[in-house]
């Protein structure tokens, strides 16, 4: 069964400081597909980020960046000088390969606060 | 604004009441999903259309929900007989074939009272 684990509950951090938001997946399929999405107050889930199974690839967008690490089933997503704005609920996805279908399964989240 | 838009934002209704959503997605998008997210959780996939067709219902969709994409455009999920336990806010997404995941409109929170 495919499971997606976000033990972070709530973070606070400081303005500017880093902060990692952790995930842990569980799947049984050999492709399959990775996301973070964001959700302010106004309830809209933002897209992030989408990495296949098989680009283990890691990235750098702005402050954002990613790892994504097979071994350990593991993709976490890190904010380098957080600001307040990226206050908001994060959560990872996790989607089988359906040929461009999305059946997301999410983790429960995790509330980041930034504090000013 | 061409981003998913969902209709109404807020729907207070009283329990044995019957709703109904409405889901616009992206003007070219060809698959519309319905998510459920309740306080504290994440969201659970409750359908998806492929253009008009609907195929595939979770079996959170218990018989009292419904939903139709007519023409494979904007989708309606209805809900009869409320009840308590169908509090949330209901998300409609939607996605391109091949394309980068899929686009949620702001939802629909529903309260029974």
């Known amino acids: 069964a495919q499971k997606v684990t976000q033990a972070q509950t709530e973070i606070s951090v400081v303005e500017k400081e880093d902060v990692t938001l952790d995930c842990v997946y569980e799947t049984r399929d050999t492709t399959y597909y990775l996301f973070w999405y964001k959700q302010p107050p106004s309830g809209e889930l933002v897209f992030l980020i989408r990495?296949?199974?098989?680009?283990?690839q890691n990235e750098i967008s702005g402050r954002y960046s990613w790892n994504f690490q097979k071994s350990t089933s593991s993709f976490n997503f890190t904010i380098t000088a957080s600001q307040v704005v990226d206050s908001a609920v994060y959560f990872c996805?996790?989607?089988?390969?359906?040929?461009?279908?999305?059946?997301?399964?999410f983790g429960t989240g995790t509330r980041l606060k930034v504090l000013a | 604004d061409t981003g998913v838009s969902q209709d109404p934002r807020h729907k207070i209704t009283k329990r044995g009441q019957n709703v109904t959503f409405r889901c616009d997605p992206i003007s070219e998008h060809n698959r519309l999903y319905w998510y459920r997210q309740t306080l504290g959780q994440g969201p659970e996939f409750l359908t998806y259309?492929?253009?008009?067709?609907?195929?595939?219902k979770s079996r959170l969709l218990s018989d009292r929900f419904s939903a139709e994409r007519p023409k494979g455009s904007f989708s309606t999920l209805e809900i009869q007989r409320t009840e308590q336990g169908d509090s949330a806010m209901y998300l409609c997404?939607?996605?391109?074939?091949?394309?980068?995941?899929?686009?949620f409109g702001q939802g629909t929170r529903l309260t029974v009272v």
């Open positions: 990495r296949n199974s098989f680009d283990e």
């Open positions: 259309f492929q253009n008009e067709a609907q195929l595939e």
């Open positions: 997404a939607s996605s391109l074939a091949g394309y980068w995941g899929a686009f």
């Open positions: 996805a996790l989607s089988e390969d359906q040929g461009g279908t999305y059946k997301y399964i």
